[in-house]
């Protein structure tokens, strides 16, 4: 049986000022490595969600175990170990892009990370973030790991209703039932609910426990994903609604690493604005996974991962 050394980490919390809310806010971060004592630049880990929180991206340790890349993970405000906002439920002009991409940008400098450089890696909703912080071409920005994130919800929606589409006839006609009375609380719905989760979310069983953390992240504090995605994952009707990115990703100027799944939420048809317009792009599609590829196919998807970050 193989063993891994203990791997040294620190964690702490960072003041975020948000004028919108007219407070100090504080972002909570956690690092896998030390940031003074290796060659190699540092990975940002950004979650998905909004509100999923960091612990199921914790695979992502794996490239400190093979490649010595430290990892930086956080919680984003409104979620985890992080200042939340659950009196901002619904409040559109607050929860928005640039609000995520500032606290990016304060946790970078805060950690003092420009000079050296560094990466990002974005799942899903992080995706999205990692997607827009990189057109701004940041300083310090060296390679960017979009790993299913639409490069526009439109598309996003269209490939899901696709996959919706495919459903057994009666799961899909409980969520169309209870989509249409607002029902996402039911017996009746998580089961349904459930049925896409294993097909299209994750085609592990059981869900790795830190996939599982991410869910009770996601019910105790649904305010950032209800305001900017919505209730479900078939219907986008909050202020991601007509968002798309992929016409300002000309300006990517790091070479970036698209990652889908076979059986993935974000569909190709959605991926495919990206690989079209990012200036240097390579796209990996992993054919056993849905939209949780780094646990699904965990091995491969750190050896693509690690082998493009240290390129």
């Not at 407070?23 to 880990?45: F, R, V």
């Not at 592990?204 to 504090?221: S, V």
């Not at 790091?254 to 974000?266: F, Q, S």
Request: charged share 25%.
């Amino acid at each position: 049986m193989v063993t891994r050394a203990i791997v040294p980490s620190s964690e702490g919390r960072i003041p975020f000022n948000v004028p919108e809310a007219e407070m100090t806010a504080t972002t909570w971060y956690k690092i896998i490595g030390n940031l003074s004592q290796t060659a190699e630049a540092p990975l940002i880990a950004l979650h998905g969600g909004p509100g999923a929180g960091h612990e199921y991206l914790s695979s992502l340790i794996d490239l400190y175990h093979e490649h010595s890349i430290p990892i930086v993970f956080y919680d984003q405000i409104g979620c985890g170990k992080s200042t939340h906002f659950r009196e901002r439920m619904g409040d559109e002009s607050f929860w928005t892009i640039d609000l995520f991409v500032r606290e990016l940008d304060n946790l970078i400098d805060a950690l003092e990370l420009r000079e050296g450089g560094f990466h990002i890696l974005g799942q899903s909703w992080g995706g999205v973030l990692a997607g827009s912080y990189a057109t701004g071409q940041p300083i310090g920005l060296r390679r960017v790991v979009i790993a299913s994130g639409p490069s526009s919800i439109p598309l996003y929606v269209e490939g899901v209703q696709q996959l919706f589409r495919a459903l057994p006839e009666d799961v899909r006609k409980t969520l169309e039932e209870c989509e249409r009375r607002g029902d996402h609380e039911s017996e009746e719905y998580e089961r349904a609910s459930s049925v896409w989760s294993k097909r299209h979310v994750c085609r592990m069983d059981p869900f790795p426990k830190p996939l599982q953390a991410t869910m009770a992240n996601l019910k105790d504090d649904p305010t950032a994903y209800m305001t900017m995605q919505g209730p479900s994952e078939f219907q986008v009707v909050g202020s991601l609604r007509d968002w798309e990115g992929w016409s300002k990703a000309h300006n990517i100027r790091a070479a970036t690493l698209l990652i889908n799944g076979r059986y993935d939420e974000a569909q190709d048809v959605c991926i495919k604005p990206w690989f079209k317009k990012i200036p240097k792009v390579k796209w990996v599609m992993f054919e056993n996974s849905s939209h949780m590829a780094h646990w699904e196919e965990r091995k491969r998807y750190i050896q693509v991962v690690g082998d493009f970050l240290m390129e």
